[in-house]
């Protein structure tokens, strides 16, 4: 058994294709550096990453494949699943090696997980663009804690920068301990060294601003008065709105 260990980056993966190519051995098995290693492995290699070889291998795939079919790559490797490198590895190989396109081939069984895959996390990511709710701080920055089942916050992050351009704002992943601020012309990656008050889904009192409260009440009245309560169907509550993202939602507070 061949065995390439890498840093588990994308960039990595990608280098790690580019290796293989080159030394001609392809590995039956990706793991991260520092990873035990199997208990029959014949050989192994260590990748380095490089960003030239990732960008070209990149390019490579978007020769031979639509741009739908890159962006369920990047989506797939999005989703954290176990197993899911050594899967893209073999996907990217197929692409490679193919005379034709194989993003629609979904008789072989990798073709079609790694569409269910990215479906899954195309679907998180949506949730987010809908279910994300800002708190206004105290400082006037809006902040948004979520902990999504699939890391598609880098999926979601472009629509909050066109549709909440005027305001500066954070959407924070709990989860993985990352977010993304918006200071009204660039948006970055950031990471807190304190989240654990967010964990609640809301602002503690004290960094909250005064109309802030002042709306959350009155949106909790608002909805209280237009709720019928002998309507009130939790069932289909949760079908349409994943009762996860309810600790964020001001009128499931």
Not at 14 to 31: G, H, I, N
Not at 56 to 74: G, Q
Not at 147 to 176: C, E, G, M
Not at 206 to 233: C, P, V
Request: aromatic share 14%; proline share 2%.
């Amino acid at each position: 058994m061949l065995v390439f260990f890498y840093d588990k980056t994308f960039e990595g993966l990608l280098t790690a294709v580019f290796d293989a190519y080159s030394r001609k051995t392809f590995p039956d098995k990706l793991l991260g550096e520092g990873d035990i290693a199997p208990l029959f492995m014949d050989d192994s290699y260590t990748v380095l990453t490089q960003e030239d070889k990732s960008v070209r291998v990149w390019t490579a795939l978007e020769k031979k494949l639509s741009k739908l079919a890159c962006n369920m790559i990047t989506h797939a490797w999005l989703s954290e699943a176990e197993g899911c490198d050594d899967l893209l590895f073999r996907y990217i190989r197929k692409a490679i090696d193919s005379k034709v396109s194989i993003e629609t081939n979904f008789g072989d069984s990798d073709v079609l997980e790694i569409h269910q895959i990215a479906r899954k996390v195309s679907h998180e990511a949506q949730y987010l663009r809908m279910f994300v709710r800002f708190q206004k701080a105290a400082d006037d920055i809006f902040f948004a804690p979520v902990s999504p089942v699939y890391n598609a916050l880098p999926i979601a992050v472009d629509h909050f920068t066109d549709r909440f351009a005027d305001q500066k704002w954070v959407i924070y992943d709990l989860k993985r301990k990352y977010g993304y601020y918006y200071d009204l012309k660039t948006t970055s990656e950031i990471t807190l060294t304190d989240d654990n008050h967010l964990l609640s889904g809301k602002l503690d009192e004290n960094l909250m601003a005064e109309d802030e409260k002042l709306f959350q009440e009155l949106w909790k009245g608002y909805f209280k008065s237009m709720t019928i309560k002998e309507r009130i169907n939790l069932r289909l509550q949760r079908q349409h709105m994943p009762k996860r993202f309810w600790k964020y939602l001001t009128e499931k507070q």
